[in-house]
C-alpha cells in the first residue's frame, strides 16, 4: 500500500493558498499597526483580533481537512474530488493523457513482441542452410579452400547465435538456472570448439591450472567466455592466449591489436565497433555489450585492461554472492 506524502500535500495546500495567506497576514498587520496608532481602541481592536484568529484558524482547519480528504480519495484510490471548472478539466486532459500512454505502451509492447518473434523465427531458420552448406562444404577435398569455406561457415553461425542470444537477454530470468559448475571442462570445451583458428593463426594456448568452482548458469556464463575468446581470436595474429585463475577472477590475456585508449570506456555499449573494429571490418558492436549485461545480471564483474598494440586482458569475477541456488 502507498505510503501518502503529507509534506507534499502540505507545499501543495500552502502554495495553492498562498494570495489568501499574504491577504490575511497583511490584514493582522494592519490591526497591529492601528492598535499601536490607537491607544484607546487597543481593547477593542484585541478582542476584534482575537475573534478574528479563532474564527480564521476554525476557516482555516475545515479548508485544509476538505482539501486533505480530497488528496486522500485520490491518492489512494485516484478519483478526484473536483471543485471548480479548471480542476474539472485538467483532471479530465490527465485522464485523456493517461489512456493515450496506455494505449501507446500496449503498442510498443506488441511492436516488440512482433519483432522478437520474427528474428526468433529468421535464427532458427537460417540454421537450415548453415547446416545444409557444413554438409556440402565436407564433400570438398581438404585444403585452403575449404577451410576458409568453413571459417566463414562457422563466423555465420556465430553471429546467428549471437542474435538468438541478444533476444533472449530480454527474458533472461526465464532461462536461468545457477548452480555451482566446474570451470574447467567449460573452458576446455570451448577452447577445443575454437581449436582451428588457434592452428591456423598458429596461436600459443597458455592455458593454467583453472580448477576452481563457480556459482552461475553454465549456459549464460559460456556466452560471456565464447564472446571474449573469439574477441582475442579475432584481433591476436601472433604470440599467444593466456587463461588463468588468480584473487577470485578468470583472466583472458591476449597478445593482439590491443584497444585505443579512447574506445575503452566504450567497447561495452551496443553497436560501438571502435577502431579495431573499423580496420578489420570484423565487429557487430553486440558481443560485448551482450557479454556485460549477461555479466551484470549473473553478478558477476567484466573488465577489460588494454594499451593499442599490446594486446587486451579481460578480467570476469567469479565471486558473487547475489543469486540463490536452485
Known amino acids: 500500500m502507498k505510503k501518502i506524502k503529507y509534506r507534499r500535500f502540505a507545499q501543495l495546500y500552502l502554495y495553492s493558498r498562498r494570495l489568501w495567506l499574504i491577504v490575511l497576514a497583511l490584514f493582522f498587520l ?144 526465464e532461462d536461468v538456472r545457477v548452480e555451482k559448475i566446474d570451470l574447467e571442462p567449460l573452458i576446455r570445451e570451448l577452447v577445443k570448439k575454437y581449436a582451428s583458428f588457434f592452428i591456423h593463426k598458429g596461436l600459443r594456448l597458455n592455458l593454467h591450472d583453472v580448477q576452481v568452482k563457480v556459482i552461475t548458469d553454465r ?42 585508449t579512447s574506445d575503452l570506456n566504450r567497447v561495452f555499449e551496443r553497436g560501438f565497433s571502435g577502431y579495431n573494429g573499423r580496420l578489420t571490418q570484423q565487429s557487430s558492436g553486440l558481443g560485448l555489450y551482450l557479454s556485460k549485461q549477461v555479466a551484470q545480471k549473473l553478478g558477476h564483474s567484466l573488465d577489460l585492461e588494454s594499451q593499442l598494440g599490446h594486446g587486451t586482458t579481460a578480467k570476469i569475477g567469479l565471486k558473487r554472492e547475489d543469486l540463490l541456488l536452485e
Not at 36 to 42: L, M, P, R, V, Y
Not at 58 to 64: H, I, Q, R, S, T
Not at 88 to 103: A, M, N, T, V, Y
Not at 226 to 249: C, D, H, R
Open 30 to 173: 494592519l490591526i497591529l499597526i492601528m492598535a499601536a496608532i490607537f491607544e484607546d481602541a487597543q481593547p477593542v481592536l484585541a478582542y476584534l483580533s482575537l475573534l478574528l484568529f479563532f474564527l480564521t484558524a476554525f476557516a482555516l482547519l475545515l479548508d485544509v481537512w476538505a482539501n486533505f480528504k480530497a488528496y486522500y480519495t485520490y491518492y489512494y484510490y485516484e478519483k478526484g474530488c473536483l471543485n471548480t471548472p479548471l480542476e474539472r478539466e485538467l483532471f479530465s486532459k490527465i485522464k485523456d493523457l493517461e489512456k493515450e500512454q496506455r494505449h501507446f505502451r500496449e503498442q510498443e509492447k506488441k511492436r516488440a513482441n512482433d519483432l522478437m518473434d520474427y528474428y526468433t523465427l529468421w535464427v532458427h531458420q537460417i540454421k537450415t542452410p548453415i547446416a545444409a552448406s557444413s554438409l556440402l562444404i565436407a564433400d570438398l577435398e581438404k585444403g585452403s579452400l575449404r577451410y576458409q569455406l568453413e571459417q566463414e561457415l562457422f563466423k555465420i553461425e556465430a553471429y546467428a547465435n549471437i542474435v538468438l542470444q541478444y533476444l533472449r537477454l530480454e527474458s533472461f530470468h
Open 219 to 260: 549456459k549464460w556464463f559460456l556466452i560471456i567466455l565464447e564472446q571474449i575468446l573469439s574477441n582475442s581470436l579475432k584481433y591476436t595474429t601472433q604470440g599467444e592466449i593466456e587463461i588463468f585463475v588468480a584473487e577470485g577472477n578468470l583472466f583472458i590475456r591476449d597478445t593482439g591489436l590491443g584497444i585505443k
